[in-house]
């Protein structure tokens, strides 16, 4: 019982979270075109500035992410949750109190600043929180709970923004995200790890071998270890080729995901004169969408169809929803596509579930931060290839006529994602292959 209301607390606390990130996510366009560009719906600096601050992010986390899922280990998720979501207040209240030019640059700079550690910090340590508290057979619907109430908070966030003023929105945004840090403070309980539950991957036998010295060396050397190293991470591409696919194939899916995101709100303000309410629009349609395929849908397909054919099928409608954009005709084709949604929202809980059947339960936060880290490297390259296709095709410089080419690149990328998810192969866990070895 004490875990189920741990669970619950945690999903609350996301909700909230992610109600005031996603808040903000239909504005941040028009407030970045507003301050650099005003009056225009192309806009080159916007793309390239963008762009840059998403890579320079995604850099970052990168470094960040594995440390992050490595120090929840051995701090507890609830010490390490504490940071990035007390984080994520700074950039908003800026934009809260102003968003003239000089605190847009003071958002960006802080932006950057902050969601080096906080952007896939949360999600990455609430999966290994939950991984903690759910048993191996029924992680997939956890996960997609989890990923449903995220879409949830979404919809939520995104149906207000379409009724609020541009000021109002960065307000209450600013209010939730405090409440966010708050209400995880006081309620949520920190998951207790088990390290008897299975042995680790990571060998520490020649290390405990060396530390019988004295206490005090013993403690600094075990908070070195803390620090992720290339062969901890070599060590858990090793442990099965299921993991080394499920980290192939997070890479190109995030690749594709932050190759999107970062290219059709300009490529819709562009070609379809999109705004903040158009914006709101269409999210509050993939979020429904998505809610409902994480909430009802995949608790019941995960046990049947089982994580990696569902995988396979979240991959595909996500290739073929990101090529529908590309190739829009009129302005409702962007709102049906979206309704895909209810199927490629599969493929990010699938591949964490798949990740946490393969390694131990003292081991969650370090294999959930390396896939985190897998999406952040993505999230450093998509925006260098990305960015100067869609800055290209949106402006009258392009050597041919087709605004979306840039975004039917990145559906190449999902298809790379998609094909190598048809080469996994459903395979025991790990931690019940060493169960039934010590048998």
């Known amino acids: 019982m004490e875990k189920l209301s741990g669970l619950s607390h945690l999903f609350m606390t996301i909700f909230l979270h992610n109600f005031a990130t996603f808040m903000v996510v239909p504005a941040i366009t028009d407030v970045t075109m507003a301050a650099l560009c005003p009056g ?33 280990d051995k701090y507890g998720r609830k010490a390490l949750l504490t940071l990035p979501i007390t984080l994520a207040i700074i950039p908003l209240a800026i934009l809260a109190y102003s968003r003239t030019r000089s605190f847009f640059y003071a958002y960006y700079v802080f932006k950057i600043l902050t969601a080096m550690f906080c952007e896939g910090s949360v999600h990455c340590l609430a ?24 879409s949830c908070a979404f919809v939520c966030g995104t149906l207000l923004t379409r009724f609020l003023s541009t000021a109002s929105t960065f307000q209450v945004a600013t209010a939730m995200a405090m409440l966010s840090a708050v209400y995880m403070r006081v309620f949520l309980p920190d998951s207790l790890l088990n390290d008897n539950l299975s042995t680790p991957i990571i060998s520490k036998e020649n290390f405990n071998g060396i530390v019988n010295q004295d206490e005090e060396s013993s403690k600094k050397m075990q908070a070195f270890k803390t620090m992720p190293s290339i062969e901890d991470m070599l060590a858990l591409l090793k442990c099965s080729m299921t993991f080394s696919q499920a980290a192939i194939i997070s890479f190109f899916s995030n690749l594709a995901d932050v190759g999107l995101h970062a290219s059709l709100l300009y490529y819709l303000k562009a070609r379809f004169h999109f705004n903040k309410n158009q914006f709101a629009d269409l999210m509050v349609i993939t979020g429904v969408a998505g809610t409902v395929s994480q909430l ?39 709102y049906a596509v979206a309704v895909f949604s209810l199927f490629y929202v599969f493929s990010q809980p699938c591949i964490r579930s798949i990740v946490s059947k393969q390694v131990g339960s003292c081991e969650q936060g370090k294999a959930q931060g390396f896939i985190s880290g897998m999406g952040s490297f993505a999230q450093v390259a998509s925006p260098l290839v990305f960015s100067p296709l869609t800055a290209l095709f949106l402006s009258e410089r392009a050597p041919f006529y087709f605004p979306g080419f840039s975004i039917m690149c990145v559906g190449f990328a999902s298809m790379i994602a998609f094909v190598q998810s048809l080469m996994i192969s459903a395979i025991p866990p790990i931690s019940s292959q060493r169960a039934g070895n010590g048998n």
Do not use: K, T
């Open 296 to 334: 009802l849908l995949m608790p019941v397909l995960a046990p049947s169809l089982g994580e990696e054919r569902l995988l396979s099928i979240g991959l595909f409608f996500n290739c073929a929803h990101i090529l529908f954009y590309s190739i829009a005709w009129s302005f409702w084709v962007p």
């Open 40 to 72: 225009r719906d192309e806009c080159s600096l916007a793309i390239y500035i963008s762009g840059f601050q998403q890579a320079i992010i995604g850099l970052g986390s990168f470094v960040l992410m594995p440390l992050v899922g490595n120090l929840s």
């Open 127 to 150: 999966l290994a929180y939950v991984a903690d508290n759910v048993p191996e057979g029924r992680r997939a619907s956890a996960f997609g709970i989890l990923s449903g109430i995220g």
